[in-house]
């Protein structure tokens, strides 16, 4: 069992905007700001999405939007594209062992 | 450009060992943080430990899944960091990452490297 909890598949049509929600405690998710975002295509290697909560990395589309409430974590896709179709993690540090924590993962599927 | 390669991976027999390689370009590796993170098959990713640089005595944290098992190490020389694993099990089976910690995050991902225990 994941330390973060994600819902397990969401969906959305070409264009519309899709959320996905990652919930922790107030151990990890409510008491730091290192949340993180990461997008991982079949046979691929994850790739960083969104940083410290809210932040892009350099090249990364500003269709993608983090957010954070109490102790769920949330990404945002707007205008949502065929490439965009794949899993996606959450992550943050804890504090407690282990001092880093994934979600379970999210299957974005773009009908 | 950064990139981390890993290397080392196989199959190997339940209580046995490995020592995986992250050899690593494109950035300051002696002044960064490695983190390794693991992914079974068809499974989520799974924090498995991490070693820090030198100006924190290349500090180590590991998951209790596998603390006492797994070693991590590093050689700034060659701008390479290591994962020994011993005492293998069959749930120790993944690709294993080795990825970078600049942003607060797990910035760049090496591509893995398959470890399978079996009999």
């Known amino acids: 069992q994941s330390a973060l909890t994600q819902p397990a598949s969401v969906s959305g049509s070409p264009g519309q905007s899709i959320t996905i929600s990652c919930t922790g405690t107030s151990s990890d998710v409510g008491d730091y700001n290192y949340v993180s975002w990461y997008q991982q295509h079949p046979g691929k290697a994850p790739k960083l999405m969104i940083y410290?909560?809210?932040n892009r990395p350099s090249g990364v589309s500003n269709r993608f939007s983090g957010s954070k409430s109490g102790n769920t974590a949330s990404l945002t896709i707007s205008g949502l594209q065929a490439e965009d179709e794949a899993d996606y993690y959450c992550?943050?540090?804890?504090?407690?062992?282990?001092?880093?924590?994934f979600g379970g993962g999210t299957k974005l599927t773009v009908l | 450009e950064v990139q981390l390669v890993e290397s080392g991976g196989g199959l190997v027999q339940p209580g046995g060992s490995l020592r995986l390689s992250c050899a690593t370009s494109g950035f300051t590796f002696s002044a960064s943080d490695i983190h390794w993170v693991r992914q079974a098959s068809g499974k989520g990713l799974e924090w498995v430990g991490r070693i820090r640089h030198k100006a924190y005595d290349y500090a180590t944290a590991y998951a209790a899944s596998v603390k006492g098992r797994f070693t991590m190490s590093r050689d700034d020389s060659k701008n390479t960091a290591y994962l020994q694993m011993n005492s293998l099990r069959t749930e120790d089976t993944a690709v294993y990452y080795c990825t970078t910690w600049e942003l607060r995050a797990f910035d760049i991902w090496g591509q893995g490297t398959m470890v399978t225990v079996s009999s």
């Open positions: 410290d909560v809210t």
């Open positions: 992550s943050s540090y804890a504090s407690s062992s282990p001092n880093w924590v």
